[in-house]
Each structure stands twice: as structure tokens, then as C-alpha cells.
């Protein structure tokens, strides 16, 4: 490893992911608020408190319950979650608003996020305000958020594209008014992990407060940008169930408690067992499928189809994976198909009580390979069963054959 890289990583070599017994890294989860705002999803009052539920059995730190100032369902389900007793924080969002701040705090909610646009674009054409409209609302919601004593984040909105001198001028403002965090928004998926690592050092290094990381997927590194955050020194990650969020979505619950375990060697105590059961709860209720291909999560991760590849995963599923399917709550499926080997025919028809001879799997592969070619697709047990059987014909067709031929 050359010394950038070193460096690079040493934030989490030094500092994180020692403590077993307090997770470094702590996860902020808006399924509710972000993964809902997704075009064309909405959860019903008892699947959110379900979803809520979920989370905190898991072990996530923090659910972003929603927005309160929308009203009716919505208040009353940030009402219900926060009365549930749960291990979790509850946080509400809000724009900088006092009255619906107060609509949150009235919830019951023990945080609320309070949300404003940092970046030029947006303060001048959709807020219509200047920078000092911004810094003097952010100090009057946050010094009337923690008169009620709430956790307070501070979120700066479109923080990719706000200069980083008005970014810690915000930041100082908020934490002088008592704010407790504050959340970087690549709002619109912009940003790219070596860039947010700089960004977020920079800012670090500006302020007292905790940084949380708001990533979206965009150009597909919303998780890789929340682990830049981290090594720069955010210690919050705001994530959905299985990336929903608007747009491309946001960065993966699943993806970021795998990623930060096996690339970085931080455990932040999330029961990821219940990963495949709660994407499943949560894309259910969202309308959705999970992709077989999705990350951590998709049935894929632990099917294997090549000759090779499943050869080395019968003899040790190291060879081939990073971690048991258990982990996350999926099996593993040996697929039988276009690029299967000997190897895998053998273990499969062993499954059906068949035990074939090396020779014998080789005699069959071939006609796998044919019927997957033709049906453009792996194949199903009954038709490799079908196959077996016409194998079988064809044996003892050339045994009749070779017993029928004339003598001499
Ligand atoms: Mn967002």
C-alpha cells in the first residue's frame, strides 16, 4: 500500500472501530422520510410503525420518523413511533420553521432535523433569500429547538455545491446556538469519495459538531461517498432500507453496516441477519422487488453459476465470497447452467439422491449447456431431471446397440 493510501485510511485505523462496546459510527435511518419521498411510494400508517419497529431491532441509532409539519397520517404516525418505547431516537425533519419545529417537538420526538438550503442555487432562486437570511434563520431554529431540549441536526441542503467558507460559517452558527450535528446533503448525488473526504476533513476540522453524512446514488456512490465522509470524520450516516430515497436513492443501510465491517473493520452492533427480511418487508410495502443483482442484499450475491467459481465455493465459500449468506439472511444456491462444470452437476444431482461418476457428469454437461444456450437462462431441477432421464435412454439405447450387433 503506497503512503497516500495509508494516510488515507489512517482516520479509521486510529481512532474508530476499537470500542466494541459503543459503535463509533452511529446510523441515522430516513426510510420513513427520504425512502418515502421516493416518486410513486408511500407507506401506510402501520407499515411505518412496523418499519420502526424493524430498525430498532436491528440496533439502528436513530429514525428519521418523518416530517410533521405535513400533518394528519403523517403527524400521527411520528406521534405513535415516538410513543413506542423504542431504544432508538426519533427524530422528526423540519424546514427552518418554528412552528414546525414545535409541531415535531410536540410529537414527542426526543430530535428533530432542521433543514436549510446552503448553496447559492438554492438560497437564490428557490429560497429567495441571501446568505444572511440563512446564517440568522439557522440560529433561530436551533436556539429554539434546544430551549425544548431536543437532540438537535442542523442539515445543510445542496451542502455539495455550497462554497466551504459559507459551509463552516453555517456549521459555526449552528453549533454557537447549541446544535449537535450537522448533516452534509449531497442532495443531488454530485459528489465523488476522494472530493468528500477533503470536503469533510475541511469542515471537521472547522467545527465541534458531528458530522453526519446524506448521500445519493446518483452516479452510484452514494456508499462510497459515506465512508469517505467517514474516514474524513463524520461519524453519522443517514441510510435507507435498501437504498430507496429520491432519485437513484440514498446510500444502503445494508451496503454501509457490510462495507464499513469488511472493507473497513468497524462493527457498528446492527443485527445484519435481518437484512434480507427487512429489505423484503420494506420493498413490499414500497411496491417494489429487490433486484436479484442488488448489493448485499440481492438473491444473487450467493448464487454461482461458473464452473470455476462454484468448484471453489463447494470446496470453501471463501474462495469466492466475502461473507456467509447467513450473515445477511440469504442461502447459498449452486446454479446450474450455460457455465456450469462437472463439479457443480455432480453435487447437484447428488442433492436428488444421484451419485454420478466424474465421467457420467461429463457425459451430461454438455447437454446442460445445450438446453441453457437454447433457453437462454439457467435451468430448473425438473428439467435437469429431464435431461438425466434422456441420458439414461441414450445409455441403454447404445448398450441394446452394442448387445445386438451380430457376432464375428
Ligand atoms: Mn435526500
Keep these: 500500500m503506497n503512503d497516500a493510501v495509508m494516510a488515507y485510511k489512517a482516520p479509521l485505523d486510529s481512532d474508530l472501530g476499537k470500542d466494541e462496546t459503543s459503535s463509533p459510527i452511529k446510523l441515522d435511518d430516513t426510510t420513513l422520510r427520504d425512502g418515502e419521498q421516493t416518486a410513486g411510494v408511500v407507506f401506510a400508517n402501520r407499515e411505518k410503525v412496523r418499519i420502526a419497529k424493524l430498525l430498532d431491532e436491528i440496533g439502528v441509532h436513530q429514525i428519521e420518523a418523518g416530517i410533521a409539519a405535513m400533518g394528519g397520517d403523517e403527524r400521527d404516525t411520528i406521534e405513535e413511533i415516538a410513543n413506542l418505547g423504542l431504544k432508538a431516537s426519533v427524530l422528526g425533519w423540519n424546514r427552518a420553521n418554528l412552528d414546525e419545529i414545535k409541531m415535531s417537538i410536540d410529537c414527542g420526538v426526543d430530535a428533530v432535523a432542521i433543514s436549510l438550503a446552503t448553496s447559492d442555487i438554492h438560497i437564490e432562486t428557490k429560497l429567495k433569500k441571501d446568505r444572511k437570511w440563512v446564517l440568522d434563520t439557522v440560529r433561530e431554529a436551533v436556539a429554539f429547538a434546544k430551549s425544548h431540549g431536543v437532540y438537535v441536526s442542523v442539515n445543510a441542503e445542496d451542502a455539495s455545491r455550497t462554497s466551504m467558507g459559507f459551509l463552516k460559517e453555517y456549521a459555526c452558527a449552528a453549533e454557537a446556538e447549541g446544535a449537535d450535528r450537522i448533516r452534509f446533503c449531497d442532495t443531488i448525488g454530485t459528489m465523488e469519495p476522494f472530493r468528500t473526504y477533503k470536503v469533510i476533513k475541511e469542515l471537521k476540522e472547522s467545527c465541534g459538531l458531528d458530522v453526519e453524512m446524506h448521500t445519493h446514488d446518483d452516479f452510484g456512490m452514494a456508499v462510497a461517498n459515506a465512508i469517505a465522509g467517514i474516514h474524513g470524520g463524520a461519524n453519522w450516516v443517514n441510510v435507507t432500507v435498501a437504498g430507496l430515497g ?163
Design 246 to 408: 429520491e432519485r437513484a436513492g440514498n446510500a444502503a443501510l445494508e451496503e454501509v453496516v457490510m462495507a464499513l465491517k469488511y472493507t473497513e473493520g468497524v462493527e457498528l452492533g446492527i443485527d445484519t441477519a435481518r437484512f434480507r427480511e427487512i429489505g423484503e418487508y420494506v420493498m413490499g410495502a414500497a411496491g417494489r422487488r429487490i433486484p436479484a443483482w442488488k448489493s448485499v442484499i440481492g438473491t444473487n450475491m450467493f448464487a454461482h453459476e461458473s464452473g470455476i467459481h462454484a468448484d471453489g465455493v463447494i470446496k470453501n465459500p471463501k474462495t469466492y465470497e466475502i461473507f456467509s449468506p447467513a450473515e445477511v439472511g440469504l442461502e447459498r444456491q449452486i446454479v446450474i447452467g450455460k457455465h456450469s462444470g462437472t463439479r457443480s452437476i455432480e453435487m447437484k444431482f447428488a442433492e436428488y439422491g444421484i451419485e454420478l461418476g466424474k465421467e457420467q457428469a461429463a457425459e451430461i454437461l454438455p447437454m446442460v449447456r445445450n438446453m441453457a444456450v437454447e433457453l437462454k437462462r439457467s435451468l430448473f431441477d425438473k428439467e435437469l431431471l429431464y435431461i438425466y432421464n434422456d441420458w439414461v435412454e441414450q445409455q441403454q439405447e447404445a448398450a441394446t446397440r452394442e448387445a445386438d450387433k451380430p457376432e464375428g
